[in-house]
């Protein structure tokens, strides 16, 4: 999709009557908003010099100790002067890629990918490959195949991007087995892994997974945000990187930005002092369960024979698959129409393949808002099915899709296929936004 069409969408889906599926807009309302509140206006009546004068640009140092805190839920054992704080992690993103990349660079990602990435990445004209996952998260014989060809054909890879927990879109995760084996081929080829892992702490089962960089300090640089497990207006995140990662990391953010907010540093800082922020954490998983099992329970219900869907063991979305011959792109404003929004599957690749995918979010409506929402998206497609079986399908793309679902289930809980193939190598992104083509009232989970 082209920026003017993502800012059209997101536009549309604001609307009361639309039942948007589409933006990635955590539930901010189940904070204790007076308890912020005060905390914030005692904030300002006694550290108002401190908090709204300039700061450092790595960030405040009590920040980062407490950043450490909370990295260490995912096995990560981190010094605060190994972390630099940034207003969100998409900042973190924009300045690891302004580091390593030069034009023509090549980056790999999964397919499918976070839109914001591939923004970043295009912005700074790298060439995006990427590597398939299935229902366990990357595939880690795709991506040692991948490399291996890159290699002979002379093309230089900077950096493995990865979202291996609760991944937006697809909603899969990389198990304990594969992170191992992801982490040794890097290792071996000397490539750095760039860990993206804004929904690490929102999984619905069990303790936190152990993250990336906890088994390689030195190979991976961990990018957290606190967009999803307190607020993404504060625009506070961080990456923890190796101290020469890190000090290219802090020169960066001195240009781009001379310093971060320190009202927002300082905000983040006492919540997670003086506020049951652990706690708190729970409510919006049991939250998040609750409408990830609405959405489930209505397309098993409602969807169409053909349609098969991740089962997110945590984070916001889940990846569907349309039937044969449905384009989600094409689809989208006869879906408007119905008064429901969900974002297509092609903002998802650098090259805009992805049409027999959409993604859907659930982390904002309420349940009985995500079944009608869901109830309406099942009309859309019914009709679309009804209308190719009667004409027969039209031509969905001048670029031919290779995307499949990954651990998907459909509406008798029968698995797809579990292979998630994409376009071996992009080597011209098109109709990819960047993140601030992607700032719709209604929210793209753009900014971390």
Known sequence: MVASEIRALFA??????????????PFIAALPLDAVGEMAGQLVTDRGAVALQYGVAQGDAGLREEICQVMSQEGIRAHPDEVVVTVGSQQALDLITRIFVDPGDVVLAEGPSYVGALGTFTSYE????????????????????????????????????????????????????????????????????????????????????????????????????FSKTI??????????????????LVLA?????????????????????????????????????????????SLTALMPEGCRWTRPA????????????????AMLPRAISSRVAYVPGTGFYADGSGADHLRLSYCFP??????????????????????????????????????????????????????????????????VTSPADMTGPAGADVSR
């Open 314 to 329: 945590g984070g916001f979305y889940v990846w569907l698959q349309l039937p044969p011959g449905v384009d989600s792109k």
């Open 366 to 431: 309420e349940p009985d808002r995500i079944r009608e929402g869901v109830r309406r998206l099942a009309e859309v497609v019914g009709a679309e099915v009804e209308l190719r079986s009667t004409f027969g399908a039209t031509p969905r793309s001048a670029v031919p899709v290779k995307s499949r679902p990954a651990g998907m289930i459909g509406p008798a809980d029968v698995t797809g296929p579990a292979d998630m193939t994409s376009p071996a190598d992009v080597t011209s992104p098109a109709d």
């Open 231 to 248: 607020a993404p207006g504060l625009r506070v995140g961080w990456a923890a990187a190796p101290p020469g990662i890190r000090d290219r």
């Open 253 to 297: 953010a001195e240009s781009a930005v001379l310093c971060h907010s320190s009202l927002a540093q300082l905000m983040v800082r006492e919540y997670l002092a003086t506020q049951p922020w652990r706690e708190q954490v729970k409510v919006f998983r049991e939250l998040y369960r609750e409408r990830r099992d609405a959405m489930l329970e």
């Open 126 to 225: 790298a060439q995006v490959v990427h590597v398939p996952m299935d229902d366990h998260g990357l595939i880690p014989e795709a991506l040692e195949e991948a490399m291996t060809r890159l290699a002979a054909e002379g093309r230089r890879i900077k950096f493995l991007y990865t979202v291996p927990s609760f991944h937006n879109p697809a909603g899969v995760t990389l198990d304990a087995a594969r992170r191992a084996r992801v982490l040794d081929i890097c290792q071996r080829a000397g490539l750095l892994v760039i860990e993206d892992n804004p929904y690490g702490l929102l999984g619905f089962d069990g303790e936190p997974l152990r993250a990336l960089r906890a088994d390689d300090p030195q190979g991976v640089v961990y990018l957290g945000t």
């Open 12 to 25: 549309v889906a604001a609307r009361p009557e639309i039942v948007s599926l589409a933006g990635g807009m």
